[in-house]
């Protein structure tokens, strides 16, 4: 058995530690991942598999989060999760109330019985100032929103704001982590707004130390993101800080998952980079899939070859109707932003951004090329609002670029979305009495000249066809997830067109 710092590998000797760890101890199934995160304290062990292995760790760390926004939410209830006290900020006092009586913002699925049973447990709380959580945190997360400005740049006023703040409530030291999405160079002028405000105040013996920690999480997929992730970077140039941090992710990284330690320019840098790295994939994909259209060629048979490559593979190669979220857009825009600022057109990435406008309005083009310009007397039924399945947000998603260009030439929609509908019907209300939205998939058939499948959240891809076809009007379907067989839907009856397949109009 080694000691309890180290790794155990026999039941015998995990049994021993549970009498002599002080609680709370996180045994951490390095098998099996988020499964096996688990809090134990004395007299709650439960027997555990021996084929499994854990690590052990019984530091506590005292957590701020500031934002309580999809990064800020997840980091915090997952650091809860692993056994630290955390309190989560946000200055929207209406959003606290709600957090505190266990509704959230979000729609990520795990994440409210996460937060639910951290705040049962004492391990996650909420406040709307920041001085409560400050006063005892040892290290303190921004992450609130950098929403893209007209030029594509990114807003940090947010971020300034936090660091200030900061600055004038800080009295003993402190790590800021900057984990909001930040171009490069943020970090240099969190420090600084930080150390002026502790002048300011007659406080320069206080020490802080500033570090860079993008995220990686995938809407839908964040917990298991965040808690089995691929790799964690962390930007610094303290010694400390960099202790301190392994400390902190050494519950969850894995060894075949590193942890990243960098300078903090390569760690901004870095999730820009990786972000623009997908995007252009998606990109690339979709134009190849539009001279699969014209050629006559299939993108899916095309992607097969291309993914069996081992330098290229799978992953972020569908054909679609083009990416959207809080993330790819925004992030592709700002590396453009900075590129400029730095003097460097980055030609490829601007390509990237300028595909993806054009292949959100592909299915609206197929549809006004297949029943004309004029769609004032046409009624389409539309599945999915949400730019991705398992997620209620529809920021740049490409269902309102299509809604907003066909409603433009006359049509009516009826809309459906397992989560999204409440945020679209915010975001579109400039489509007056031409948009109106169904309680279920087969609802929003009725009396619908066609079907236009945007997202593909899984109750999509098996629906009741014959249901369908009697509840449309002639069995008509623009797919732009490319979800269906096209020779199987021919066989059922169906009229069907995609994106890349050679079925088009």
Known sequence: MKN???????????????????????????????????????????????????????????????????????????FAEIGNTVWCVDKDEAKITNLEAGLLPIYE?????????????????????????????????????????????????????????????????????????????????????????????????????VVSNPEFLREGRAINDFMRPDRVVIGTDSN?????????????????????????????????????????????????????????????????????????????????????????PKDVKELIHTGRKYGLEMAIIQAVDQVNERQKHYLAEM????????????????????????????????ALAIIRSLVHRGATITAYDPQAIPQAKVALTGCGGRLFYAENKMAALDDADALILVTEWQEFTQPDFAEMKRRLRQPLIFDGRNQYDPVGMAALGFEYYCIGRGYCV
């Not at 707004?193 to 206080?206: S, T, W, Y």
């Not at 992710?249 to 942890?259: E, G, M």
């Open 4 to 78: 309890a710092t180290g790794v155990v590998n026999e039941k015998s000797s995990i049994l021993h530690l549970r009498q002599i760890l002080s609680p709370p101890t996180i045994l951490f199934n390095r098998c099996t991942g988020v499964s096996g995160v688990t809090l134990h304290h004395p007299g709650e062990y439960d027997e555990l598999s021996d084929k499994k292995i854990f690590a052990v760790r019984s530091v506590i760390m005292k957590i701020a989060v500031v934002g309580t926004g999809y990064v800020g939410l997840v980091a915090g209830a997952c």
């Open 367 to 398: 549809i006004g090329r297949y029943f004309g310009d004029n769609l004032a007397q046409k009624k389409f039924a539309l599945w999915g609002l949400a730019f991705k399945p398992e997620t209620d947000d529809i920021r740049e998603a490409p």
């Open 240 to 328: 400390e800080a960099a202790k301190i941090m392994k400390e902190l992710y050494q519950p969850i990284v894995r060894d075949q998952h590193p942890l990243l330690i960098m300078d903090i320019k390569s760690a901004e840098l870095t999730k820009y980079a990786a972000n623009a790295m997908l995007a252009t994939r998606i990109s690339f994909m979709n134009e190849i899939a539009r001279l699969c259209d014209k050629v006559g060629a299939d993108v899916n048979r095309v992607r097969q070859g291309m993914g069996a490559d081992g330098r290229i593979g799978l992953q972020f190669l569908d054909a679609g109707a083009g990416y959207g979220g809080s993330c790819f």
């Open 109 to 209: 699925p795990g994440l409210p019985e996460m937060v639910a049973k951290n705040v049962a447990n004492g391990r996650l709380h909420f406040s709307a100032a920041l001085q409560p959580a400050l006063a005892q945190a040892e290290l303190c997360f921004i992450t609130v929103g950098t929403p893209p400005r007209a030029d594509g740049a990114a807003d940090l006023s947010q971020v300034y704001t936090v660091a200030q703040e900061i600055g004038q409530l800080l009295d003993h030291h402190l790590i800021v982590v900057n984990k909001s999405t930040v171009p490069v160079g943020t970090a240099e002028i969190v420090r600084s707004i930080i150390a002026q405000e502790l002048k300011r105040r007659g406080q320069e013996n206080v020490t802080f130390a």
